[in-house]
């Protein structure tokens, strides 16, 4: 039987697209939705530097986030929550190997103009839930990291 995180990490793995939570300055919530490519349970996303979400995790590094799907039955509702910490990633060896992880997922990417203000965020995971109402509705499993 997989351990919740091996579910996690498939699921995160077969998914493009999450929603992302920060809060503002102020502790207004916002919700974003990213790309992100993952290695394992950490998730890495590139954005503006300049953007709400980059100025919100700069001010307040918790972030949580979702990866679902749009499921028409309720009982196969499977997905993932996550609640963690962000971070830029500082390193050029860390970067390439990110940028190439995003090329390959995202091959358009190739279409986006150089942007010298592109940043890339980390977001490590402090709690996880792995949703499945294949099991019961409602049903979650809890991984503390």
Do not use: W
């Amino acid at each position: 039987m997989a351990t919740v995180k091996t579910k996690i990490t498939d699921y995160l793995a077969s998914h493009h697209y999450l929603r992302l939570g920060t809060t503002t300055a102020q502790c207004t919530p916002q919700v974003h939705t990213v790309g992100y490519v993952s290695d394992g349970c950490i998730i890495y996303f590139v954005t503006d530097r300049q953007s709400r979400k980059a100025k919100n995790i700069i001010s307040s590094p918790a972030v949580a986030y979702a990866v679902d799907e749009n499921y028409p039955d309720v009982m196969a509702i499977q997905g993932v929550q996550m609640e963690g910490k962000a971070s830029l990633v500082t390193l050029e060896t860390d970067a390439m190997r990110i940028l190439d992880l995003m090329a390959q997922k995202f091959p358009d990417l190739e279409k986006i103009p150089p942007n010298p203000d592109l940043v890339i965020f980390k977001v490590e995971p402090v709690r996880g839930f792995f949703l499945d109402s294949t099991v019961a509705f409602g049903h979650r499993d809890m991984v503390d990291f």
